[in-house]
């Protein structure tokens, strides 16, 4: 696969691979990463144009992603849906100020999800 136009990071198996799958089906190239821990060095070198990614993981948290990719001037292009099961304005706020483009509240409706990313 070249680079994908999206990538999914999120620990939760069924959640991800549900982004994935939704995604994919809506005709974009996406790559599924499940440990945080991996998700700089992938960035890296897949330079996605789409990050979806879970707020609350262990390791590196989407709040740590959204800051280390927009601080990175090769990166900071790239736009940032951060997902979250959380729905403050607080933690909205906060993804938000660490860079997030977009705040997504989880569960999501998968019936309009793509439709949502693609706008």
């Known amino acids: 696969m070249g680079n994908p136009e999206i990538m999914v990071i999120d620990d939760d198996l069924m959640v991800g691979e549900l982004s994935r799958d939704l995604l994919a089906e ?5 790559i599924l990463i499940q440990d945080s ?3 700089m060095a992938a960035i890296k070198a897949h330079k996605p144009r789409l990050i979806v990614t879970d ?9 740590d992603i959204c800051k280390a990719v927009k601080s990175d001037p090769e990166l900071k292009g790239i736009k940032i849906m951060v997902v979250s099961g959380k729905y403050y304005d607080v933690e909205k706020q906060r993804a ?8 997504l ?3 999501y409706n998968v019936e309009t999800f ?3 990313v693609k706008a």
């Open 26 to 30: 809506a005709g974009y190239e996406v």
């Open 37 to 39: 821990m991996q998700s």
């Open 55 to 63: 707020i609350m993981m262990p390791g590196i948290t989407g709040l």
């Open 96 to 103: 938000l100020q660490f860079g997030a483009d977009f705040f």
């Open 105 to 107: 509240q989880k569960p």
């Open 114 to 116: 793509s439709k949502t």
